[in-house]
């Protein structure tokens, strides 16, 4: 507001919430305790509000037997001497149905009233932070075999952790997975990071009953939840999707014929 555009000290302090001369409210002896919402929380609560009054969400749920994840997960790390979650090869999985089912891997332009397709995967990693919900960016995961991409996540989740992703780590991706598992829970119905066309939440990987030939086991199962964008994406559409996903995720055969 200053001349010729310039910024002004009221500038940077109404950005960032307040006028001059306030003062940080006092934690109450009450019932109450106040709590400024400034900074990187402010702009995530802007950023969660936007998506959920833009975007019409729905979210679908499909359960997978983990059992050759697990497996495959364990023998990737073994050969390449390094940790290999559940998350990297649902990631990358995730990569190729994407290519099958390309809305999944796109955004709604309200302006123009388009579609837009994108052509490469790059997954954002909803990361947990000091700081808040940050979402570092693991790009092309299309062309990399799941060792890589178990490395990339490790060293996006690391540096954002530390405070030390740039923004152009923290931009760009097509599509979003969260790992709510991580904390316990078995699903989720996660808000889409928008300006994507869907999200996937990756429960926790623990025993459930399974029938086999009649008879019941406990083997590994997760529960995959997807949120995505009605506007663009029928739930037939996002069902197929998941359905395809689940399929990849539980036969050997295609989970094997993933880059490693």
């Keep these: 507001t200053g001349p010729d555009g310039r910024v002004t000290r009221e500038d940077v302090l109404r950005a960032a919430g307040r006028s001059e001369?306030?003062?940080?409210?006092?934690?109450?002896?009450?019932?109450?305790?106040?709590?400024?919402?400034?900074?990187?929380?402010?702009l995530i609560?802007?950023?969660?509000?936007?998506?959920?009054?833009?975007?019409?969400?729905?979210?679908?749920?499909?359960?997978?037997?983990?059992?050759?994840?697990?497996?495959?997960?364990?023998?990737?790390?073994?050969a390449a001497g390094t940790k290999v979650s559940a998350l990297a090869v649902v990631v990358r999985a995730l990569a190729d149905v994407c290519a099958r089912h390309p809305k999944l891997n796109s955004s709604y332009d309200t302006d123009a009233g388009e579609m837009?397709?994108?052509?490469?995967?790059?997954?954002?990693?909803?990361?947990?932070?000091?700081?808040?919900?940050?979402?570092?960016?693991?790009?092309?995961?299309?062309?990399?075999?799941?060792?890589?991409?178990?490395?990339?996540?490790?060293?996006?989740?690391?540096?954002?952790?530390?405070?030390?992703?740039?923004?152009?780590?923290?931009?760009?991706?097509?599509?979003?997975?969260?790992?709510v598992g991580t904390f316990g829970s078995s699903f989720g119905t996660p808000i889409i990071n928008y300006p994507e066309a869907a999200i996937l939440a990756l429960g926790r990987v623990e025993p459930r009953t399974v029938l086999r030939e009649g008879k019941v086991e406990a083997s590994p199962g997760v529960t995959l939840s997807l949120s995505f964008d009605h506007r663009i994406i029928d739930g037939a559409d996002a069902d197929r999707a998941m359905?395809?996903?689940?399929?990849?995720?539980?036969?050997?055969?295609?989970?094997?014929?993933?880059?490693?």
Aim: proline share 5%; aromatic share 2%; glycine share 6%.
């Design 45 to 78: 609560a802007q950023k969660m509000v936007r998506s959920w009054t833009e975007i019409p969400h729905v979210t679908t749920f499909h359960t997978a037997d983990a059992t050759h994840v697990e497996a495959l997960r364990r023998e990737i790390a073994a």
């Design 243 to 260: 359905s395809d996903l689940r399929m990849l995720l539980e036969d050997p055969a295609r989970l094997s014929s993933l880059p490693r």
């Design 21 to 42: 001369g306030a003062q940080e409210p006092a934690a109450e002896d009450g019932d109450e305790e106040r709590v400024p919402v400034r900074g990187v929380r402010r």
């Design 116 to 179: 837009v397709i994108k052509r490469r995967v790059h997954v954002g990693i909803a990361t947990d932070t000091e700081r808040g919900l940050m979402v570092p960016v693991v790009r092309d995961v299309g062309t990399k075999g799941i060792a890589e991409v178990a490395e990339d996540i490790a060293e996006v989740v690391e540096t954002a952790r530390a405070g030390r992703a740039t923004p152009d780590q923290l931009t760009g991706s097509t599509i979003t997975v969260t790992n």
